[in-house]
């Protein structure tokens, strides 16, 4: 099989993609008409599209100093070169992994003939703007050395230094101006089930929200992320900030397969094993119901309590059995009590014949004379739930 540094080979001719070239193809497929003399007929394109068009002179819109000047990097190509180095590789022949060390920006321009909209997954820990990473402007004409003096970066000596301090007077817009091209690119590499996920801080989190929505859409963001940190400041003045937190946008929300977002319901197989080796050791069920409801005060079992109660088979909760205007005309007999069970408020939201035969298989919960019965509902260490936005940590 092809590796990845022989496939960013095969494709390259010692020039990125051009993607302004790229673009226009594809509006050239999209509205030929609007084309005159190989020229873009603005015009034309505007009648074309109608009410699509904005054409408010006061509308929402988030800019910057620089923001042409960014979209101008993203779109610049590159003619960098990307060069093998076996000696520091290892599997060379057989791997189909590639490390690339250099700087994002050029290798993300290189990247866009060979994986464009070929990348399922993208993670990204950006400079979080704290005031002590240098936020630098795009500028690759001279060699490094000559350039790390530009931006003072690096002195004669070669002693390299420089950050992005607030009396710089453009901290934010130094930020926005490095991270727009970034992400533009990494757009280009998604695929349309692909996502990204983007690490950052209090100080540039709006920013880095209004310039994804920009970027990717409003309508692809899939949520924030909140994790707590390892470096919780007891020395703060007013607060000490012990979250971070991780932005995750779709190429295209449209095209993800919710069964791809669901994850192993946390906890579930510690509570199945504790059912498991309690029963083992002979316990009753009253004494195994204690110890499951004593594992649900720590919190990290806590969201698991509605599975508090306890049989031969396993530990689980009780289910509605209802639904809006279901059936009330039969029910089922409580066989501890031979009486007829409560129908719920709602009506069954089960047919009789299966609620008999969930009788049967002994999976109905009756509770109390004055309640409607349940559905045993089992924990189980392979369902799955959707999963929650807060304290997962990602860690290079």
């Known amino acids: 099989m ?99 060390e250099g700087d994002n920006l050029e290798v993300l321009k290189l990247l866009q003939k060979s994986y464009h909209k070929q990348v399922k ?18 500028n690759y004409q001279d060699n490094l050395d000559t350039y790390l003096q530009y931006t003072h970066q690096q002195d004669e000596a070669g002693r390299k230094f420089g950050t992005n301090a607030e009396t710089s007077g453009r901290y934010h817009t130094n930020w926005l101006n490095m991270m727009y091209p970034r992400l533009k690119l990494a757009r280009n590499l998604l695929r349309d089930d692909g996502v990204i996920f983007i690490s950052i801080d209090d100080n540039e989190v709006t920013n880095l929200r209004k310039l994804s929505d920009e970027i990717f859409g409003e ?101 509605d059995l209802s639904r809006e205007g279901g059936a009330k005309n039969y029910t089922i007999t409580n066989p501890h009590t031979g009486l007829p069970c409560v129908i719920p408020n709602r009506g069954w939201g089960k047919s009789e014949d299966e609620l008999k035969r969930l009788q049967e298989a002994g999976l109905i919960w009756y509770g109390s004379d004055d309640t409607p019965p349940g559905l045993k509902d089992y924990i189980n260490p392979d369902d799955v739930s959707v999963p929650d936005n807060f304290g997962i940590l990602i860690t290079p």
Not at 54 to 66: A, C, I, P, S
Not at 249 to 257: F, M, Q, S, T, V
Not at 261 to 273: E, F, S, Y
Not at 305 to 313: A, I, L, P, T, Y
Request: aromatic fraction near 12%.
């Open 121 to 138: 997954m993208i993670y990204i820990d950006p400079p979080y703007n704290t005031g002590n990473e240098f936020i630098y402007p795009d």
């Open 219 to 319: 309508e692809n963001f899939i949520a924030q992320y909140i994790h707590k940190n390892n470096s919780s400041k007891n020395q703060a003045k007013l607060v000490s900030v012990s979250t971070e937190y991780f932005y995750c946008y779709a190429k295209n929300k449209n095209a993800l397969k919710e069964v791809n977002w669901r994850v192993r319901k946390k906890g579930a197989q510690d509570v199945a094993n504790l059912f498991n080796n309690l029963s083992k050791q002979g316990l009753p069920i009253s004494e195994i119901e204690l110890e499951v409801k004593e594992m649900y005060k720590r919190s990290k079992y806590s969201h698991l309590s509605r599975w508090n109660k306890v049989d031969e088979h396993g530990v689980f909760k009780d289910a």
């Open 2 to 100: 092809e590796n990845g540094m022989e496939q960013l080979k095969k494709e390259s001719d010692g020039s990125s993609l051009n993607i302004v070239e790229s673009h226009i193809e594809q509006l050239k497929t999209l509205f030929p008409e609007v084309f005159s003399e190989g020229k873009i007929d603005f015009d034309k394109l505007k009648e074309t599209l109608g009410d699509a068009v904005e054409t408010q002179e006061e509308r929402y819109n988030f800019t910057w100093n620089g923001k042409a000047m960014a979209k101008r990097i993203a779109q610049t190509p590159s003619t960098g070169t990307l060069r093998p180095c076996k000696a520091e590789s290892k599997h060379w022949d057989t791997t189909q992994n590639l490390f690339i």
